[in-house]
């Protein structure tokens, strides 16, 4: 069995276009994994390998694959850059012991790149940082580097020197090591700085050995006090090598066992056109064979009937997967991801990308094929849960959560080239939220036709922004039984799936404080179905306010083309701090409505010929006035047609 401490499992993060892709195929092709370099733009790279990346040119999935380097077995997950495809990075933070940041030397730190780095400190994974491009015009190490130490509190240690920068000519060679180590004092103090003992001795004007400044160098790494940056050319290999050798000497290592109890973590599904549902799973600890039966989190129990283990497209079956493994197992139809297979690892700390804030809705081509594009959305809902598919049947209508446009495009091609469906998609829009105006009651006496009987009253009152539903009783069993009052509470989110104005009502108190049962007419039903109209009654009388997100944003631009900018934000509603000038730059920070701001990034880059940077991250949801967001028609029967409802509810009608 491979030891875990010879095994490093490290994702590759990027912004998009920073040439991430191309920096896995170098590394595999160094590691003599593979014989010919791919290439992302002709589609033969080993990571990208659906047929809609090889067409569109960028990752979309994240995809594992592993190799060897000085005996180190390294499985790499190479993820997707672009911002709507984040959630795949999500998902692989959640198995990763180590990471390699690539930053583009030329474009430098981009809004994914500081989502990424926040990510990462956050979690306290440790990285390295790759910078790449240095063979481009542009290329400036010196200035990433400060920028990374000012606006991101990053100590970089770049133990290598680089000639000929901007050049295709360009070289770098290490300048730390055994020999000459003690003539870089800087570095010297870099690490020493970190450590009590050996600033000591620095101080004192003791000789500090190599060996001790190592394995300072490697407990500040994996603390993240220092990170290490490696210049090189991911396209070229300049600086691969390097990197390899920085994975495998300061990356750290699983921490489980193969001895141990088996505890793993769902953190991917795929879909085999052959032997269906593929888990794809990250073993912390212990084994996990062929023909074991595992139990999933609803209680069932199933056998392991397949393992496969990926270099990309390829598979190879395993008999086992082991600790600090990742690995695809056929026949848990019951487990989805984030579930654990065995024990739960311990808990991580987690960190969320900004959810989807649009919704769009989904049309076949063909008439006829919408049960089956249902199928095929469901199936990719499941792959990706953030898409949240829901399917009216009433109205016919599916729909789904997206991104980004650039979201709906790669879903089309992958309907076309998995399932052979054409779908076109419709105009996105922004998710918007409502809740209750002002406090007060919502009441429903649901009490004929018999045999039935259930009487709610609710208080419903404005919660703080942000506080999600809040629900408790004050009803005394006496009055409702508990077994009915739970029906109640868990119909509670349901009932505010739809508010007034078509929206999910949110930030809201509901105090269930009067209502009864009887002894012989009541039935659980009977609770289910009075809770949604007793609520929707006491929003229709007190009324909504509509809520929409906005976003905390980040510009960085030329100085000159601040009143241009200022301008456009005022116009999108936005709200910004003072600006903040230097070196002929100019730097705003605020709030902005998503609704006003979608493409701002392409007009503040025609603004400013490029040169102009936002950034933004979801903040919150904020009261606005009915004019300026949208309302829907409620989709199904609403609550407030009563009669109509209470038919429907009973099974006498369908929509």
Same mark, same amino acid.
């Given at each position: ?22 920096? $896995? ?78 930053? $583009? ?152 066992? $193969? ?397």
């Amino acid at each position: 069995m491979q030891e875990t401490s010879r095994t490093r499992i490290i994702g590759i993060l990027a912004h998009v276009d920073a040439g991430k892709t191309s920096l $896995s195929e170098n590394m595999l092709f160094r590691a003599n994994a593979i014989k010919n370099l791919g290439s992302v733009d002709n589609g033969t790279s080993v990571t990208d390998w659906l047929d809609i990346e090889k067409e569109r040119g960028i990752s979309v999935r994240a995809a594992d694959t592993s190799f060897f380097w000085q005996n180190y077995k390294i499985t790499l997950i190479d993820t997707p850059g672009h911002v709507d495809f984040s959630s795949e990075v999500e998902r692989s933070l959640s198995i990763l012991d180590g990471a390699v940041l690539l930053i $583009s030397a030329v474009e430098g730190i981009q809004p994914q790149t500081e989502v990424l780095i926040e990510a990462l400190q956050k979690l306290k994974i440790p990285f390295l940082i790759f910078l790449n491009k240095t063979d481009r015009a542009g290329a400036d190490i010196e200035l990433v580097i400060q920028e990374l130490e000012k606006d991101f509190s990053i100590k970089c240690f770049n133990a290598f020197e680089i000639k000929n920068e901007e050049y295709a000519n360009v070289t770098i060679s290490k300048f730390w090591d055994e020999s000459n180590y003690s003539r870089h004092l800087e570095l010297i103090e870099r690490i020493a700085e970190n450590d009590e003992n050996l600033l000591e001795k620095y101080l004192n004007d003791k000789l500090i050995s190599f060996d001790d400044l190592s394995r300072s160098l490697k407990h500040a790494s994996l603390n993240q006090t220092l990170v290490q940056v490696i210049p090189g050319s991911a396209k070229t290999g300049i600086g691969i090598n390097e990197l390899l050798n920085t994975i495998v000497d300061f990356l750290p290592a699983p921490t489980g066992s $193969s001895k141990g109890n088996l505890t793993s973590i769902v953190y991917k599904i795929m879909h085999d056109k052959n032997i269906g549902r593929l888990v794809g799973v990250r073993l912390f600890d212990g084994l996990l064979k062929v023909r074991d039966t595992v139990s999933s989190g609803n209680g069932k129990t199933e056998k392991v009937n397949q393992i496969r283990k990926y270099r990309g497209q390829v598979f190879d079956q395993a008999d086992c997967l082991q600790a600090g493994e990742i690995g695809y197992v056929a026949g848990l139809s019951s487990f989805n991801i984030g579930d654990a297979v065995g024990l739960h690892p311990a808990k991580k700390q987690k960190f969320s990308f900004d959810l989807p804030l649009l919704t769009v809705q989904v049309f076949p081509l063909n008439k006829p094929d919408y049960s089956i594009l249902a199928k095929a959305l469901q199936i990719l809902s499941i792959e990706d849960p953030l898409l949240s598919f829901e399917c009216l049947r009433e109205e016919q209508e599916l729909h789904i959560k997206i991104r980004g446009i650039i979201q709906t495009q790669i879903l089309s091609g992958i309907l076309k080239s998995r399932f052979n469906i054409e779908a076109e998609f419709g105009k996105p829009t922004v998710i918007y939220k409502e809740t209750i105006a002002k406090r007060g009651f919502g009441y429903e006496a649901y009490t004929m036709p018999k045999p039935c009987w259930a009487v709610v009253k609710f208080l419903i009152g404005p919660g703080e922004r942000g506080s999600g539903v809040v629900y408790e009783s004050k009803v005394s069993v006496n009055k409702i039984k508990q077994r009915y009052q739970n029906e109640v509470e868990r119909t509670i989110s349901k009932a505010l799936k739809q508010g007034i104005k078509g929206w999910e009502v949110t930030d809201v108190k509901i105090t269930l404080v009067d209502g009864e049962d009887h002894e012989v007419h009541s039935n659980p039903g009977d609770f289910i179905l009075a809770t949604p109209i007793g609520i929707m009654k006491g929003l229709e009388e007190n009324g909504t306010t509509l809520l929409e997100p906005v976003l905390s944003f980040k510009i960085s631009a030329p100085d000159d083309s601040l009143g241009k900018i200022a301008a456009d934000l005022h116009k999108m509603r936005a709200t910004f701090e003072n600006p903040d000038f230097e070196n002929s730059k100019v730097k705003l920070t605020g709030l902005v409505p998503l609704s006003t701001s979608l493409d701002y990034a392409i007009r503040l880059g025609s603004v400013t010929g490029g040169k102009g940077k936002f950034s933004t991250r979801f903040s919150g949801y904020q009261a606005i006035a009915n004019d300026l967001g949208a309302t829907r028609k409620f989709k199904g029967i609403s609550p407030l047609d009563r009669s109509k409802y209470i038919l429907k509810m009973r099974g006498a009608i369908t929509e």
